[in-house]
């Protein structure tokens, strides 16, 4: 894996070791990137389920300001940090180890904004559209917000719900990206806001 294009471009990322994770390819990065940017006239990114943050780290790399790396497992950790020091990112990154919703609940309680996200969930977890609900009613996403969702090709998500709107989609092997557009106006609240506790992310 590398950074394929920007102030970045080619440095190595190294991968989290083992098979429970699963890094998106150069290849179906480079596509993804062509169809969100290809670059960033700055804003705030998120990576959910970060795993290496190859993600995150590419769109630093296309002139993201900021990113935010979630993973809930120690050796993601260890590799975002290792792969955001080889590629002199790690200035305008925040990581924090810590399963999805938690995490939320805490970015909300910070009163944390974001333009972009990434949410590559394990394919046995079928509730991208949960959590992207999720972030619309704690307020954690900027109006015309892009949300990139990857997930299993045997899966579909619908095309519209609550105020996301999927404005482009492709199909990669195994894998499926559907892009979604936010846009908070055109719609109501889909269900009632969280009230579970607020946790603080930790390292």
Not at 6 to 29: C, H, I, M, W, Y
Not at 160 to 188: H, M
Request: hydrophobic letters at 35%; a negative charge.
């Amino acid at each position: 894996m590398r950074v394929v294009s920007g102030s970045a471009k080619g440095r190595p990322l190294k991968a989290v070791p083992g098979t429970g994770t699963r890094p998106t390819t150069d290849k179906v990065k480079e596509a993804l990137f062509s169809m969100i940017g290809p670059y960033f006239e700055g804003g705030t990114a998120l990576d959910l389920f970060a795993g290496s943050g190859g993600l995150g780290i590419e769109a630093l790399s296309r002139g993201m300001d900021k990113a935010v790396f979630v993973d809930l497992e120690s050796k993601s950790i260890e590799v975002i940090r290792a792969n955001l020091k080889a590629t002199k990112l790690e200035d305008q990154a925040a990581i924090y180890r810590n399963d999805a919703s938690r995490a939320l609940k805490a970015l909300a309680k910070r009163s944390t904004k974001f333009d972009l996200v990434f949410l590559d969930p394990p394919y046995r977890m079928k509730n991208g559209d949960e959590l992207m609900l999720t972030m619309h009613e704690l307020d954690l996403l900027e109006p015309e917000a892009t949300i990139v969702l990857e997930y299993e090709s045997k899966y579909s998500y619908p095309e519209q719900f609550g105020p996301f709107e999927q404005t482009r989609k492709a199909l990669y092997g195994e894998t499926a990206v559907s892009i979604y557009y936010y846009a908070p106006a055109a719609t109501t609240e889909d269900g009632e806001p969280s009230t579970a506790e607020e946790e603080a992310p930790h390292e």
